[in-house]
T-cell receptor, first 112, second 115 residues
Framework: QKEVEQNSGPLSVPEGAIASLNCTYS??????FFWYRQYSGKSPELIMS????GDKEDGRFTAQLNKASQYVSLLIRDSQPSDSATYLC????????????FGQGTTLQVKP | DAGVIQSPRHEVTEMGQEVTLRCKPISGHDYLFWYRQTMMRGLELLIY????????DSGMPEDRFSAKMPNASFSTLKIQPSEPRDSAVYFCASSWSSGNTGELFFGEGSRLTVL
């Protein structure tokens, strides 16, 4: 079992729709969770972090965390073509908090 | 402020040659990470340093890979000898311990092609 799992996609949504990206992780002791966005040919950039169960909203982005289910998600409301990118879920290792483990990423395509 | 600076941006070399990748972290950051990204394996952590000291090198694939951080503003990742399977994009990232170490700032990456 991979430590951090994501559906590779591509996930295709029409402009203006809600895009839902999901991630599961295996380390039950993990405490910190992140979403990074990576445009093609570019480096990853942090867009959201979440540390406690529930929802965290930032503009059009909402991160959701359920530690009991070991599940993290990212919702993008009013999706724009500029949101088309690969979204990487990342989780801190509980036994080694400096260690950040990334999922394979989900490619999102927002069609005009 | 300057971000994380990596060099070279692109490197094409032949199998068996030595490759050295360089990184300058953001000033004040005390964590430095080396990641490798391929289509097949995604983004893999190779090694990370805290205050110039290697903390976890369990991701370094084999003895051909080595990394150093002689001071707070410079790190190298060396591959000797290089092999075609080492072809990947190598990212350096840094963060600071007063924040959460998951909030990484990545360089633009070094794209390595080994022929």
């Amino acid at each position: 079992q991979k430590e951090v799992e994501q559906n590779s996609g591509p996930l295709s949504v029409p402009e203006g729709a809600i895009a839902s990206l999901n991630c599961t992780y295996s380390d039950r002791g993990s405490q910190s969770f992140f979403w990074y966005r990576q445009y093609s040919g570019k480096s990853p950039e942090l867009i959201m972090s979440i540390y406690s169960n529930g929802d965290k909203e930032d503009g059009r982005f909402t991160a959701q965390l359920n530690k009991a289910s070991q599940y993290v998600s990212l919702l993008i409301r009013d999706s724009q073509p500029s949101d088309s990118a690969t979204y990487l879920c990342a989780v801190n290792s509980s036994g080694n908090t400096g260690k950040l483990i990334f999922g394979q990423g989900t490619t999102l395509q927002v069609k005009p | 402020d300057a971000g994380v600076i990596q060099s070279p941006r692109h490197e094409v070399t032949e199998m068996g040659q030595e490759v050295t990748l360089r990184c300058k972290p953001i000033s004040g950051h005390d964590y430095l990470f080396w990641y490798r990204q391929t289509m097949m394996r995604g983004l893999e952590l190779l090694i990370y340093f805290n205050n110039n000291v290697p903390i976890d090198d369990s991701g370094m694939p084999e003895d051909r890979f080595s990394a150093k951080m002689p001071n707070a503003s410079f790190s190298t990742l060396k591959i000797q000898p290089s092999e075609p399977r080492d072809s990947a994009v190598y990212f350096c990232a840094s963060s600071w311990s007063s924040g959460n170490t998951g909030e990484l700032f990545f360089g633009e990456g070094s794209r390595l092609t080994v022929l």
